[in-house]
Structures are given as structure tokens and as C-alpha cells.
């Protein structure tokens, strides 16, 4: 049975942090920020909106889209690094305030690539046949756990959500490969420790150029499928320097890759979903299209999908 998305949500908090703002609180520059990174501003969550309410709002609007009941929900994956507390999960805490009550529910640690594995999680699923239909979110608080000190770190993240409900589609439809995978020798490199984010970000980059580009070209290749058949590519939202990488190793034109890394900045593992859900409104996705959605994290993990949309 093949499982593909029959719907996207997202939520962003209101506040906009912009680069003019972080000027004011540490030795940074817009220029010195845009030129490195990409981005221009980023959205962050009032202190009295947690993790489990943004991914309550994106998942709502992820059912609503997909016109499916949480009743028909079994199974609610959520992709986070920055749960509200250590237990109960969030997907616990959202089953509860979607009325999902058949759904199991569990969170899916693997930073910034965790939508990547929580969405094959799913398509395993219901491939097996076990499930029906799989609700998942990847969504982060990242501004509890940034260091607003350290301008090499504090200028990259923001926090948002993105969900998606997964479930059968026809022959030829949905997830066509996948790639996941992980080395752990190199989480050193991007980790928290104590309360913070810590990054060696010339590792990190190094790694990321490499991986995204040769994961891109893998499940193109176990999908039988080449460059030239990509309508859209959809990397992990961290840097414009490492998407742009990534983009020119398929050989693609700039309006085949979604860029939202300019407005919302690192979103972690919200990032992926929150991309798709900006060029669904935008009507830039179509029936048939052949997407490529690429990511990588701490861990180190990383994860790619080719996927055909449509029902």
C-alpha cells in the first residue's frame, strides 16, 4: 500500500525577530547575518505558547486540510528536540487535545532530521498495512534552548511547526525511496549541553554540503528516476549556503527549490513541513510533481525522501 500526504498545517508564532533587532542585544549586523546564513528575520514564541501548542494548531490544520477526522487518526508521530517536559510525549499531549483517542502516539528524536524519520515511521506503517492513517508534526521551541549571548548560534533559530497526515494513495503516488542514517562520532559537533545549543558550525557545514547532496542523488537513484525529473526540491531551511549547495549538486534551477529560510530561519525539524505547506498555498505544487525533501541534524542524522504528490 503506498502512503502518501493527503494533508499539510503549519503554525508561527506572531512575534518577528528580525536582524535589526539582534543588532540591538549582541556585536552582530544584519549584512554579516544574511551573507552567512540567509536569513532576515525569525519568528519566536511568547513565553506562555509551548511546543505541544504549536503542534496542537499545525496538526488541526494538518486535519482540517486533509479532510479527516482525529477519529480516524492511529497513530500520532511528533518530531521534537524541545518537548515541553521530558514525559508525558507530546504526541500524548496533542492526541489528548485533538480527541485522537484511538491513536497511539510517541516522539521522534532526531533533530533537524526528525521529520525525515518520522515521516518514513509512518509510511512503514501503513505500507504493513497496520495503519490507516498517521498524523505527523515536527515542531521546535528552539528560543528556550538558544543561548541569546552567543551570536554564533542565537542568529540561526526559530521556532514554528509543521504537520502532515499521511495515509494510502494510488499506484505510483507518495513516498517512491527514502533514505536514513546516522553517525554518532559526530555529535560533537551540533549538541546541547547544560541548558544550550553548542555547534562547531565549519563541521556541521562540511558534513551537511556533502550529505544533503549525496542523499538527494540516493533515493533519486533507488527510485530510478534522474536529476532532470525533480520538480521541486525541499532541503532542511539551515542555511542558504548549504541549500544552495545542495540545489546546484542536482543541477536545478533557483524556482525549483523552496527557500523560507530567509523569514523563519532554522526551525529544526519544522522546517521541512512548514516548506511544504509554503508552496502548497503558494499553488506551486502539482498533482504528479516529483519532490526530492532533504534534511540533517545533530546526531548526526540526516534523511531524504522522493515523493510523488498526489492522491
Known amino acids: 500500500m503506498n502512503a502518501g500526504i493527503l494533508g499539510l498545517g503549519r503554525y508561527l508564532p506572531d512575534k518577528i525577530v528580525t536582524n535589526a533587532d539582534l543588532e540591538k542585544i549582541m556585536d552582530t549586523s544584519d549584512e554579516w547575518i544574511r551573507t552567512r546564513t540567509g536569513i532576515e ?36 508521530l511528533v518530531a521534537t528536540v524541545t518537548p515541553d517536559q521530558s ?57 528556550k534552548v538558544t543561548n541569546w549571548e552567543d551570536r554564533n548560534t542565537a542568529v540561526l533559530f526559530g521556532d514554528g511547526a509543521g504537520a502532515a497526515v499521511l495515509g494510502p494513495v494510488s499506484d505510483g503516488k507518495g513516498v517512491l525511496s527514502f533514505e536514513l542514517g546516522a553517525d554518532g562520532t559526530g555529535g560533537k559537533h551540533l549538541l546541547q ?20 547532496g549525496e542523499s538527494s542523488l540516493g533515493v533519486l537513484d533507488k527510485a530510478g528516476l534522474t536529476k532532470e525529473d525533480v520538480d521541486l526540491l525541499v532541503p532542511h531551511q539551515a542555511n542558504i549556503r548549504i541549500m ?8 536545478l534551477p533557483l524556482e525549483k527549490m523552496t527557500k523560507t529560510v530567509h523569514k523563519y530561519g532554522n526551525t529544526s525539524s519544522a522546517s521541512i513541513p512548514m516548506a511544504l505547506v509554503e508552496e ?19 546526531g548526526l542524522t540526516w534523511g531524504a525522501i522522493a515523493l510523488r504528490w498526489g492522491k
Do not use: W
Open 87 to 143: 514525559f508525558p510525549s507530546v504526541a500524548c499531549m496533542i492526541q489528548e487535545k485533538l480527541g485522537a483517542m484511538k491513536a497511539a502516539a510517541m516522539d521522534v528524536s532526531a533533530a533537524c532530521a526528525g521529520f525525515m524519520y518520522a515521516m518514513i515511521t509512518a509510511q512503514q506503517f501503513i505500507q504493513s498495512g497496520a495503519y490507516k492513517h498517521v498524523l505527523i508534526v515536527g515542531v521546535e521551541k528552539l528560543s
Open 244 to 251: 544552495e549547495a545542495s540545489r546546484e549538486r542536482l543541477g
Open 280 to 298: 502548497m498555498e503558494a499553488g506551486r505544487i502539482k498533482d504528479n510533481d516529483l519532490i526530492v525533501m532533504v534534511g540533517f541534524g545533530g
Open 193 to 212: 549541553e547544560g541548558d544550550f545549543i553548542h555547534m562547531n558550525g565549519r563541521e556541521v557545514f562540511k558534513f551537511a554540503v556533502r550529505q544533503m
Open 41 to 76: 528575520e525569525r519568528r519566536i514564541a511568547n513565553d506562555d505558547i509551548d511546543t505541544s501548542d504549536m503542534a496542537y494548531e499545525a496538526a488541526k490544520a494538518a486535519l482540517k486540510n486533509a479532510e479527516i477526522s482525529a477519529e480516524e487518526i492511529d497513530l500520532i
